[in-house]
């Protein structure tokens, strides 16, 4: 499974930093996503990356703000989130793809993924 950590309550303008970390199996092989979803809204694919990790994808809403990078030998992708805006307010999920060719594909494509987090919710506010 995959599990997420390090959302929670921040001021705009803000920064945190988001862990995806595998438990039960290895990183390796995998294409790493981060999407977020509102109530009510699709999931969007906001940043991925491939693996080894040579290879980044980011939404225009987050381009500039965001930065994905994994630690392979600790089965961990990070989100660092700087700037953060209210609009960046949201359920944030990470998800774990073999077959992505690319990581515009497993972000904008959304293919069946082999392993969903259960979230980490991030607040902007004052």
């Known amino acids: 499974q995959l599990v997420e950590s390090g959302g929670g309550l921040v001021q705009p303008g803000g920064s945190l930093r988001l862990s995806c970390t595998a438990s039960?199996?290895?990183?390796?092989?995998?294409?790493i996503g981060w999407f977020r979803q509102l109530p009510g809204k699709a999931r969007e694919g906001i940043s991925c990356?491939?693996?080894?990790?040579?290879?980044?994808y980011y939404a225009d809403s987050v381009k500039g703000r965001f930065t994905i990078s994994r630690d392979n030998a600790k089965s961990t992708v990070y989100l660092q989130l700087d700037n953060l805006k209210p609009d960046d307010s949201a359920s944030y999920y990470c998800?774990?793809?073999?077959?992505?060719?690319?990581?515009?594909?497993?972000?904008?494509?959304?293919?069946?993924?082999?392993?969903w987090g259960k979230g980490t919710t991030v607040t902007v506010s004052l």
């Open positions: 998800a774990a793809d073999s077959t992505a060719t690319t990581p515009r594909q497993m972000c904008v494509l959304t293919p069946g993924m082999d392993y």
């Open positions: 039960g199996f290895f990183l390796d092989n995998y294409a």
């Open positions: 990356i491939d693996y080894p990790g040579d290879n980044t």
